[in-house]
């Protein structure tokens, strides 16, 4: 079975605009796709044998390869095969595929009616057949835009939404841990907390650069942006003429328009992993802070054996053999071994007891079970996107219950413990009402865009301070 993977496809055609959720063998998907093999290997999908395997993760770096009258698609949480009839969407048992399907079908089907309303008014100025009448027709025909030129607008759109939407989520999450860590920075805790959300942050950040990255490929390179326009290279070739070469300025248009709000959320990303990295440092304040008890304990070890060489010397002051007054005293002796034994006794046992509190093993328990909780949280952040994407889109509050079945129905795996709801529910509610609504959505969406433009407003700050003279 491993050496025959297959694939779950969702097939999407221009001229029905319907949905066909199949199942295909990698040898079906070369034929009907009509792809190499080696075109997998840029698409990177996702077989049903890999949903099996435990800790599968899936990393495929950006792509928009044209490739004849195909175009290769692995871009944001879209695997796909763009044709000049239909579409190939891979990885459709995930529920993010399958709403955009939906979705881009809908986009076909309001680009069909305006088809139509265009013809109609061709139609009801068919008696004014001007020169004017004409050109204006040409103009519309050429500004039309074809099918699989739709469909990466919508896939940038989409992904553009998507990666924005992520950005919200770990918003509330940074801060919520940076301010744990803020009322620990004087102890040795808080460093824990840090490590899984900085790497589930810097993976977002490769993505989002892998993206950024793979439009600014696209932009400088403009046959590639002329490839893009598969039926106009089909007619341009039916009709033995080459594509005007100025057509790659709409595509060009298209893609740095999102090539731009993908460097704009880079650049969120890299600024909150800057907040990370500040915090962090200024954590291992408390490190040092830890060190300094432990010179602390030297010294009070230091302490103890002064007060037991104090002991020993009065030891040594009755051992000299020399007549004191004291030889013949009942007890004498008991007593200064007693006293001596039990003074260096108590000092040693508080300086261990300083050392090895039994509370660290404790904590040190309770920071591992956080940091598993953390870790799994954030495994799937597409997941608690879809999560969220769902909760605005129903337009009413949901209990912890409702946000656990969202979660584990989005999730791969469609299991999800207690600790991780209870973690993720107690930081998206900041109305602490015991819901997540509207009101805690758009609070989030407040509190971001009021951090954006802050920060867009410092440069400017700084250009205007005047210099002293």
Not at 27 to 52: M, S
Not at 85 to 105: C, G, K, M, S, T
Not at 210 to 235: F, I, K, W
Not at 428 to 448: A, P, S, T
Request: glycine residues 4%.
């Amino acid at each position: 079975m491993l050496n025959n993977p297959h694939f779950r496809i969702a097939r999407v055609r221009y001229d029905t605009r319907k949905i066909e959720q199949i199942n295909m063998s990698t040898t079906e998907l070369l034929k009907q796709a009509n792809i190499y093999a080696r075109d997998l290997l840029t698409l990177n999908a996702t077989t049903r044998q890999d949903l099996v395997q435990p800790n599968f993760i899936q990393r495929a770096p950006a792509a928009i390869v044209p490739r004849g009258n195909l175009i290769l698609v692995s871009f944001g949480n879209i695997r796909a095969v763009v044709g000049l009839n239909e579409v190939y969407l891979l990885d459709a048992q995930r529920p993010a595929v399958q709403d955009f399907a939906y979705e881009i079908v809908e986009v076909f089907r309001q680009r069909d009616l305006r088809d139509i309303y265009d013809e109609r008014q061709q139609h009801h100025h068919s008696g004014e057949d001007t020169e004017n009448q004409k050109k204006s027709n040409d103009a519309a025909n050429g500004s039309r835009l074809p099918y699989e030129i739709i469909f990466l607008e919508g896939l940038l759109r989409d992904t553009v939404e998507a990666f924005s939407r992520r950005v919200r989520i770990y918003e509330p999450i940074i801060e919520d841990f940076l301010s744990k860590v803020t009322d620990e920075v004087y102890s040795d805790t808080g460093v824990h907390q840090l490590v899984p959300l900085k790497d589930s942050l810097q993976s977002f950040e490769m993505q989002v650069k892998q993206s950024v990255d793979c439009l600014a490929a696209l932009l400088d390179d403009d046959d590639a942006m002329l490839d893009l326009l598969l039926t106009e290279q089909q007619e341009a070739e039916a009709n033995g003429r080459e594509v005007d070469y100025g057509r790659h300025e709409h595509v060009e248009l298209l893609l740095g328009v999102y090539a731009r709000q993908l460097s704009m959320t880079l650049m969120e990303v890299q600024y909150m992993l800057g907040r990370l990295q500040s915090k962090q440092e200024f954590v291992a304040l408390a490190l040092d802070n830890y060190r300094n008890r432990l010179v602390k304990v030297n010294v009070h070890i230091a302490i103890a054996g002064l007060s037991l060489a104090i002991g020993t010397t009065a030891a040594g002051f009755f051992g000299m053999n020399l007549i004191s007054g004291f030889e013949n005293t009942p007890g004498a002796f008991y007593i200064v071994i007693s006293s001596t034994t039990c003074f260096g006794a108590i000092a040693a046992i508080s300086a261990l007891n300083y050392i090895s509190d039994t509370t660290v093993k404790r904590r040190a328990e309770q920071r591992l079970t956080e940091i598993e909780t953390l870790s799994n949280a954030l495994s799937d952040i597409c997941a608690l996107d879809h999560a969220m994407k769902q909760i605005k889109q129903r337009g009413k509050a949901i209990d912890k219950e409702g946000f656990r079945a969202l979660l584990r129905e989005a999730r791969r795996t469609k299991q999800i413990s207690n600790k991780e709801v209870d973690l993720l529910f107690d930081v998206f509610d900041k109305v602490k009402d015991g819901v997540i609504g509207l009101e805690d959505i758009n609070f989030l969406e407040y509190m971001l865009h009021s951090n954006a433009q802050s920060r867009e407003d410092l440069p400017a700050l700084e250009n205007t301070t005047a210099p002293r003279t």
